[in-house]
């Protein structure tokens, strides 16, 4: 039964680490950014901090990109705000599904009165460019393919650049779900020509969940401007957010911006530009190794095929007879520790071990296997 209000205390959270699907552990940098004096969101101190989350997100996208900003809102707002700009009623667009993130992809297509085409694979599986070239084949009329980089729900990476390139040879546009790529593998927007790219703080970031930094190419921008139904959310019409983050001197009010998170951001980005992202992709792979070997040790079994592996969201088999929700509980309440279940079809049948920016370190992978062999003894 909820306490009465009048015994109601400041919250106090624990200290956990957090090696789940995300949020992820967050830089202390970054916390402590949340704790300094907020400014007036029009503020010129505070515009100048935005133009350098600009540049600092144009280096994490790597893209030259000047439509590059972070939406005021989860991963989700930044999923939205790509459909919502980009498609627009009886449009067909193709959507890649092999995991959680790809169906919420068909549910944005479809409440934007548009025709998705679904591309199926297995979870666990990469999305298989033949099949998407297939269906690009089958209809000339898509003018966008839409599919997540890096599926959160099972661990799996796909060819970006291969998908990318095969919309571009068929005319379409691509949406591109990098919530869990940006910082952990590498993404090129503009070398892959990517298209409309969207990602969340929470991630290998390790910022505060609540951000969704996107970008958007010259092409995407064109589609936009030739669009002949208004943006059905006035909220994400990047047309009227742009006044607000353009750095032409003519900021005009949208929406309070959430000023102290994004001091957070720009403290992680920052973080991700010092230790420079080739360096960061190449510490993400190396405690990846690290943490297969100890697992490899205990028995327990990953969920996709090694040359698809996401290093920073490493699903693994729930070894036979072993109770899911007891151990991660028992993680939980003895060694602060979150470790992710399974979702959809993996439910039950995986965990989802996160090494995630600021999480990608070996003290955060020796707390998960002392913790995971004592509890499977
Ligand atoms: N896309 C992917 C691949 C994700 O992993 C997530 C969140 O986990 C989202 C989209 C949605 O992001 P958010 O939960 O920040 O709204």
Known sequence: MARAISDIQSFQPVARTLMGPGP??????????????????LDPLFIGM????????????????????AVSAPGSAGM????VNLVEPGDTVI???NGVFGDRMRENVERCGAHAVMVDDAWGDPVNPEKVEAALKAH?????????????????????????????????????????????????VDEWQLD????????????????SPVTFSPRAIEKMQARTHKVQSWFLD????????????KRSYHHTAPVNSLYALHEALLRLYQEGIENAWQRHRTMHQRLKAGLDNLGIGFVVDEPYRLPQLNAVYIPEGVDDAAVRQHLLNTYNLEIGAGLGDLAGKAWRIG???????????????????????
């Open 95 to 97: 959507v890649c599904r």
């Open 80 to 83: 939205e705000a790509c459909f």
């Open 24 to 41: 992820s552990d967050i830089y202390p940098s970054v916390l402590q950014s949340l704790s300094k004096p907020t400014l007036g969101h």
């Open 238 to 249: 990047q047309s009227l957010v742009l006044g607000y983050w353009s750095g032409d001197g």
């Open 140 to 188: 000339p009329e898509a003018s966008i393919v839409a599919f997540v980089h890096a599926e959160t729900s099972t661990g799996a990476c796909s060819d970006a650049q291969a998908l990318a390139t095969l919309a571009r040879e068929h005319g379409c546009l691509t949406i591109v779900d990098a919530v869990t790529s940006l910082g952990g593998v590498p993404l090129k």
């Open 355 to 377: 090494l995630m920016g600021y999480g990608a370190r070996d003290e955060n992978i020796a707390l998960c296997l002392k913790a995971l062999e004592e509890a499977l003894r």
């Open 196 to 211: 409309a790219v969207y990602s969340g703080s929470q991630k290998c970031l390790s910022c505060v969940p609540g951000l």
């Open 50 to 69: 935005m133009d350098e989350v600009k540049q600092l997100l144009q280096y994490a996208f790597q893209t030259e990109n000047p439509f590059t900003i």
